[in-house]
Nanobody
Framework: QVQLVESGGGLVQAGDSLRLSCVASGVTFTHYTMGWFRQAPGMEREFVAF????????YVAASVKGRFTISRDNGKDTAYLEMNNLRPEDSAIYFC?????????????????WGQGTQVTVSS
C-alpha cells in the first residue's frame, strides 16, 4: 500500500520546538523529492520546504527560514521537518508530500503523493 504517514505534531507554546516525521511505504523513496506544506483554517495550502532525493540541497520558504530545517533518511524512508522557535502563525495542519513529476517543488500541484496531515498548534 502506497502511503505517507506524518507524526510529531502537537500543542506547544511560542518559542518551543517540534520535529515532524513522514514515513513512506509502498514506494521507492529515493525516487522522490519530498516536500512539506501547511494549511491553516480558511487559508490556501502553503509551501514550507523541500528536499531532493539526493538530499544534496534543501529549500525552505522565507517565512520559516532560519527556524525550520528539512532533512531525510533514505535508509529509513523518512523525511523530517525540524521546527524551532515556533510562532502562533505557524499553527496549521502540516502535510508531507512526494514528487516525481516535473515542475517546481514549491508548487503543491506537482506532487504525486500526500499524507493525511498532522496538526501543529502554537499558543502565545
Amino acid at each position: 500500500q502506497v502511503q505517507l504517514v506524518e507524526s510529531g505534531g502537537g500543542l506547544v507554546q511560542a518559542g518551543d520546538s517540534l520535529r515532524l516525521s513522514c514515513v513512506a511505504s509502498g514506494v521507492t523513496f529515493t525516487h522522490y523529492t519530498m516536500g512539506w506544506f501547511r494549511q491553516a483554517p480558511g487559508m490556501e495550502r502553503e509551501f514550507v520546504a523541500f528536499i531532493p532525493s539526493s538530499a544534496s540541497s534543501t529549500y525552505v520558504a522565507a517565512s520559516v527560514k532560519g527556524r525550520f530545517t528539512i532533512s531525510r533518511d533514505n535508509g529509513k524512508d523518512t523525511a523530517y521537518l525540524e521546527m524551532n522557535n515556533l510562532r502562533p502563525e505557524d499553527s496549521a495542519i502540516y502535510f508531507c508530500a512526494a514528487k516525481r513529476r516535473l515542475g517546481p517543488p514549491t508548487d503543491a500541484a506537482n506532487y504525486d503523493l500526500w499524507g493525511q496531515g498532522t496538526q501543529v498548534t502554537v499558543s502565545s
